[in-house]
């Protein structure tokens, strides 16, 4: 059996209490000392590290700015080239020219005899089409054509002159006539002897007188028809006889016209169209006989501005476009009026002939052309921009420095500083640019974006570019 525990008198509340504190005074103080040293760490190690933080934030800014402005970066630079102008490529619009399509039909009526072609024939110009008939003209002109010829033949013999047996012949007449008055004056004088005597009357001797009076006059007359022989004939009969000529050759030729004009002929080449009439028709003057479409080379008509025409030349070669294809084209003239509204030239320009299956005149047709514009700048690829303010964009040029800051072209040492330009026109991955460029300065190419106004660099120069104008 185990004794009850003898119990523990309890103490005063106070006294208890400065008995725990004297009984246990050693851990009490030792938790406070701890809770302060603690706090006093922490406070102690967050001001270290503000302070090691802004070392950390400020001491790389101002290591790299150290490290860049000791950082030499070799840059490809470039030669600004001054320009003048510059082209640019512009499209101009017109249409393909209608081509040309004829009814035919003849001058004058008449019965229809000869279809000389079909439908869907290709002609060439010139080539006949269709005649009518023309017999009743044929016989006028073998009628006109017998009168000149024996107009031709008597004007060949006035031109001539008497044929030899014809002067022959008066001579002969003359001389005959001449015997016959001496033969009558003979018997005259023996007429007067016996009228003497008394043998004869006085009406015998005049008959005798008056008989040779009669030769004479027979003679003259004979010896005149021998002299007009022999001088031939007057120039005025000659050329009376030509002009009968000439107006017979005159008839023959007008029939010869409207013969002709029996005959249809192609005005240019072509292909036929539509036959309108069958043989054996009457048709009337300019009544409609067949169609003819044209089959040259198609054209388009292009309106081009004043100062871009005077770029082109005839015969020059150019590129057209018909909806998405590319046809060449020549220019074949330039039209010299200038167009009140649009100011205007039309530009006329031929395609090959086997396009025209492949264009339909009205179709729309475009030309590319460079217009060369006036402007004064420089060439820069675009690499070598930068976004500038207030609309404007800036590069970088290189110029010589020595340590001090000053330009010395002996100490082999460069920086870059920005010029200010504006972009006037771009072409591609390059710009044409004005502003504060100089000619001759040397312009970083690329990698702008590594560095800023007095970076050290070392120069490399790079191939130029073309200039465009």
Known sequence: MFAKPTSVPKLPADLESNDQNQIHPAPARRSRSRLLWTLGIGLGLLSVGIILGKKQLETPVVEAKSVQAK???PVKTLRAEPVSSYSVSRSFSGRIAALRSSNMGFERAGTLVTMLVDEGDRVVKGQPLARTDVRNLMAQRRQLVAQKAQAEARLSELVAGARPEDISAARAAVRDLEEQLRL????????????RQGAIAREQLDEFTTGAASLKARIDQAQSNLQELLNGNRIQEINSQKAVVKQLEASVLDLDITVAKSTISAPFA??????????????????????ISESAAPEARIGVPVAVVKQLVVNQRVEVSVGKAQYPAQVTSILPEVNATTRTQIVVLALRPELLAQVTPGQTVRVNLNEKVPSNGYWLPTSALTKGIRGLWTCFTVVPTDADGSADSNKASFEVKTEAVEIVHQDGDRVLVKGTLKPGSLVVANGTHRMVPGQAVEPIPSQPSSNNG
């Not at 292909?271 to 169609?291: F, Q, S, Y």
Request: proline residues 0%; aromatic residues 2%; without cysteine.
């Open 270 to 291: 072509g292909v036929v169209a539509e036959k309108l009439m069958d043989v054996g028709t009457v048709v009337g003057a300019g009544e409609a006989v067949l169609r």
């Open 184 to 195: 009558q004056n003979i018997q005259k004088a023996r007429r007067e002897d016996l009228y």
């Open 71 to 73: 950082r030499i970066l």
